[in-house]
């Protein structure tokens, strides 16, 4: 019988899974998804080949699992530092600087573009995940068309280009450059959606 890690088998099947995840994060990051096999996620995270089956039925299966982890974990750290703002401005200022923090592992690595190695249902569930966080900018825009901070403008189409406009921008990783980059991000965005921001003295 295989031996359990931690207290319980929950704990586990959860640092089973933890284990997991951070070894195909970084060997996506070092090689991409299509060039790494299941068998050598195992052995990266430490975790008897067949023991993975107990978890993921398949490589694909894997990455949904950890691309669901991530966004689970990234929407409740979005909401919860959109908690205590109240003006429509900010909330949108926060939520494009927490997608400039945002590493999508899963976008950024080498070789093809995931749409071209997932099956057309797993492409739909990937789809699903960025949904979760659409729905949070739709809901920062609505509170400002209805506070009169931004003008009247269609959110289905508003949405997916602010959101394509973040995740397609990459910013420095430190230093003025990075904050330079952030604010200007932040400002195009704003123009973008029409906001009423006060003008710098």
Same mark, same amino acid.
């Not at 974990?73 to 959109?82: H, K, P």
């Not at 699903?128 to 009247?152: C, T």
């Given at each position: 019988m295989p031996?359990?890690?931690?207290?319980?088998?929950?704990?586990?099947?959860?640092q089973t899974r933890s284990k997991l995840f951070a070894a195909l994060s970084a060997l996506m990051a070092e *090689?991409?998804?299509?060039?790494?096999?299941?068998?050598?996620?195992a052995q990266a995270a430490g975790v008897g080949r067949t023991a993975v089956y107990n978890h993921?039925?398949?490589?694909?299966?894997?990455l949904l699992?950890?691309?669901?982890?991530?966004?689970?974990?990234?929407?409740?750290?979005l909401q919860r530092s959109l908690d205590d703002i109240d003006d429509p401005v900010e909330q949108l200022r926060t939520y494009? *600087?927490?997608?400039?923090?945002?590493? *999508?592992?899963y976008h950024v690595a080498p070789g093809?573009?995931?749409r071209s190695v997932l099956s057309r249902g797993a492409q739909q569930r990937v789809r699903e995940h960025v949904v979760l966080v659409e729905q949070i900018l739709r809901r920062i825009l609505a509170a400002g068309l209805? +506070?009169?901070?931004f003008p009247e403008q269609d959110l289905d189409t508003t949405v997916p280009l602010v959101n394509a406009c973040?995740?397609?921008?990459?910013?420095?990783? +430190?230093?003025?450059? *990075?904050?330079?980059?952030?604010?200007?991000?932040?400002?195009?965005?704003?123009?973008?959606v029409g906001a009423l921001t006060p003008v710098p003295a």
């Amino acid at each position: 019988m295989p031996k359990i890690i931690g207290g319980s088998l929950h704990e586990h099947r959860e640092q089973t899974r933890s284990k997991l995840f951070a070894a195909l994060s970084a060997l996506m990051a070092e *090689r991409g998804f299509d060039a790494i096999t299941l068998a050598e996620i195992a052995q990266a995270a430490g975790v008897g080949r067949t023991a993975v089956y107990n978890h993921f039925p398949d490589k694909e299966s894997l990455l949904l699992g950890f691309i669901t982890h991530e966004t689970e974990q990234y929407t409740a750290t979005l909401q919860r530092s959109l908690d205590d703002i109240d003006d429509p401005v900010e909330q949108l200022r926060t939520y494009v *600087r927490q997608q400039a923090n945002l590493k *999508r592992v899963y976008h950024v690595a080498p070789g093809p573009e995931l749409r071209s190695v997932l099956s057309r249902g797993a492409q739909q569930r990937v789809r699903e995940h960025v949904v979760l966080v659409e729905q949070i900018l739709r809901r920062i825009l609505a509170a400002g068309l209805e +506070a009169g901070v931004f003008p009247e403008q269609d959110l289905d189409t508003t949405v997916p280009l602010v959101n394509a406009c973040l995740s397609g921008r990459g910013v420095p990783e +430190a230093g003025a450059d *990075r904050e330079r980059a952030i604010e200007q991000t932040e400002t195009f965005v704003l123009r973008a959606v029409g906001a009423l921001t006060p003008v710098p003295a």
